[in-house]
């Protein structure tokens, strides 16, 4: 479970999280939506341990019971995609398997359908050895953070933060995944 009790991050005079509190169990799916500056890449930050909140507690509890409180050495139990292409030149498998070095051609295959990027990938002439450019240059944007989410799916985190990766996909793709 991820436990957030009145978690507040300001910067400078500007709070931009006050007194946050939610409990997500195991399965559940949250969006945050908001206007820019309304905090939501800020809980991405506290959650990944990149900054720290002045008050309010963030924490990761065990099936056990045991609490561990959110910071860099419990970034490992996140998957981010943020917003914006993460791709580089090289081919889809080795983007893939950035998130894990020794992945499987079957565990690239179940992830890329888990991200909805099979099909397309298929049927590109070399499949995952297809090379791409940066930033995914050669696939369009709604491929390449399909990929990303498939990088994502393949580290086998327990949570996977989204960070508006769906923002180029059509609707019935975007649910799909």
């Not at 295959?109 to 990938?121: D, E, G, I, S």
């Amino acid at each position: 479970m991820l436990k957030i009790t009145n978690l507040t991050k300001t910067y400078g005079d500007k709070r931009a999280v006050d007194s946050l509190s939610l409990h997500i169990q195991p399965g559940e799916i949250y969006g945050f939506i908001g206007h820019n500056g309304a905090g939501k890449t800020t809980l991405v930050r506290v959650l990944l341990g990149l900054v720290y909140p002045e008050s309010g507690r963030a924490v990761l509890r065990g099936k056990n019971g045991c609490e561990i409180v959110i910071s860099a050495e419990t970034r490992c139990a996140f998957s981010y995609v943020p917003q914006g292409s993460t791709l580089f030149s090289g081919t889809i498998a080795e983007n893939l398997r950035m998130a894990k070095e020794n992945a499987t051609e079957e565990e690239m295959t179940a992830a890329l359908k888990t991200a909805c990027a099979w099909a397309f990938v298929s049927s590109l002439p070399n499949g995952v050895n297809t090379k791409i450019a940066e930033h995914g240059g050669g696939l369009s944007e709604g491929q390449a953070q399909r990929i990303a989410i498939a990088r994502a799916v393949l580290r086998g985190a327990p949570i996977l933060l989204l960070d508006e990766a769906t923002s180029a996909l059509d609707e019935k793709t975007e649910a799909q995944v």
